[in-house]
């Protein structure tokens, strides 16, 4: 629809801040993540991934990247299951020595790290050793984040400073996992006080909301509760959504910036 502005590139993608940035870093850390980089944090928010990279590597992670190529997802959504069968094997090929190696997968984007999780199994039926391998080694960020902080691993000094955050789950995410880790891992800095919307699904769902045929409807979806629920908060309260279509809608339906929660803790570290 021309009433929405596509994406924009940015002028620096994550993959290239990154191989930068590890050429820069001296020390290992003994402890080894992988960051899957998805296609969006990659090329249009690298902002999330640079978050995401610095807070594992505040909590005593290197993190290692898979290299880039899509999960598939978009071609599963609009029924293109050829492209995505080869979409999969190929992220199959890229993370299966890295799971073999024992290393958890980190995804930022919930439709794409479950997707690999819950999906893959049926997409490569010839491929379900491996598939199960990855799935058992596969987190969200939340998850991931929470399980460390569960098992008392996650030795981070946030600030105090009391914040309001209103936090609208993603729908993959809210069906496969639920908002318990989300909630969790925003409440990390103490004095964060977490209001969880409940607003169904945003109204994007992906391509979706950007379809001239189907604006109106994903508008209405997103007015519901979404959209009234951010407009009523001070410019103060800080916006959570995962998804990248739900950070979207909320940024051309109320002008508010929604952050990733990776961003969200990145920023609450306290400053050495």
């Given at each position: 629809?021309?009433?929405?502005r ?9 993959t290239r801040?990154?191989k ?7 020390t ?5 993540v992988v960051l899957f ?15 995401a ?6 909590a005593?992670?290197?993190v290692?990247?898979p ?13 293109l ?19 073999e190696q024992g290393?958890?997968?980190?995804g ?7 997707s690999?999780r819950?999906?893959y199994?049926y997409?490569l039926p010839q ?7 990855i ?5 969200t960020f ?7 902080a569960?098992q ?11 914040r ?9 995410q ?16 103490s ?17 979706f ?6 604006y109106?409807i994903s508008?209405a979806?997103a007015?519901?509760?979404l959209l ?6 001070s410019?103060?309260t ?19 910036q929604?952050?990733h929660?990776?961003?969200i803790l990145r ?6």
């Amino acid at each position: 629809s021309r009433r929405r502005r596509l994406p924009e590139f940015a002028t620096m993608p994550f993959t290239r801040w990154f191989k930068l940035h590890h050429k820069a870093q001296i020390t290992k850390n003994p402890k080894k993540v992988v960051l899957f980089n998805d296609t969006f944090n990659t090329y249009n928010y690298p902002q999330v991934a640079i978050a995401a990279t610095e807070l594992l590597e505040a909590a005593g992670f290197e993190v290692i990247l898979p290299g880039h190529n899509c999960c598939g997802r978009p071609m599963i959504s609009k029924g293109l299951v050829q492209q995505a069968r080869r979409a999969a094997q190929d992220t199959v090929n890229r993370l299966a020595p890295l799971a073999e190696q024992g290393l958890p997968i980190v995804g930022l984007e919930p439709s794409c790290i479950l997707s690999i999780r819950d999906e893959y199994f049926y997409l490569l039926p010839q491929a379900r050793s491996q598939v199960k391998l990855i799935a058992e080694h596969c987190y969200t960020f939340e998850e991931f984040v929470a399980k460390l902080a569960d098992q008392g691993e996650l030795r981070l000094d946030f600030t105090q400073e009391a914040r309001e955050v209103l936090l609208h789950g993603h729908c993959h995410q809210k069906a496969l996992v639920g908002t318990a880790p989300s909630k969790q891992i925003l409440s990390l800095p103490s004095g964060y006080q977490i209001t969880e919307v409940d607003s169904g699904c945003c109204g994007m769902a992906g391509s979706f909301g950007y379809e001239a045929e189907h604006y109106d409807i994903s508008i209405a979806m997103a007015e519901r509760r979404l959209l009234p629920a951010v407009r009523k908060q001070s410019k103060e309260t800080i916006i959570a959504a995962a998804g990248v279509s739900c950070r979207q809608q909320i940024k051309h339906g109320s002008g508010r910036q929604a952050l990733h929660p990776a961003e969200i803790l990145r920023d609450a570290l306290k400053q050495e």
